[in-house]
């Protein structure tokens, strides 16, 4: 049976990710990876990196916009693959998560900068 591709499992629809930086730490370490974001919601994203991250790694992810910057935003590696460009890996959102500093502030910032990636997709088309 073949598996399900990235947008048939998702349960919430994500933005295209136009000028959107990445860095992800993993728990535990120091060292961060830099990259790019692919998609985004307020639920989740997708990040194209130089390195890959094992699934069910916990990472704390630095994401800047031309508008905002959140930083320590949790989340949990659902998948990562091999690209001719790099990795892609898809991480969901943990702000619910006792590791989550500022939750209600982190998840209201997260929909703003989806809203942001909305209006900027529907202004282009």
Do not use: W
């Not at 693959?81 to 500022?102: A, V």
């Amino acid at each position: 049976m073949p598996s399900k591709s990235h947008s048939e499992r998702r349960e919430h629809v994500r933005e295209i990710a136009t000028g959107l930086l990445v860095s992800a730490r993993r728990k535990g370490r120091l060292t961060r990876l830099q990259g790019i974001a692919v998609d985004f919601s307020r639920h989740g994203i997708g990040i194209l990196i130089d390195q890959p991250l094992p699934k069910d790694t916990t990472v704390y992810l630095s994401i800047t916009g031309q508008k905002q910057h959140l930083d320590n935003v949790v989340g949990i590696v659902h998948n990562c693959t091999g690209q001719s460009d790099g990795f892609r890996c898809g991480i969901q959102f943990r702000t619910g998560s006792e590791l989550q500093d500022e939750k209600a502030n982190v998840e209201a910032r997260l929909g703003e900068l989806e809203q942001e990636l909305q209006q900027a997709s529907s202004s282009e088309r």
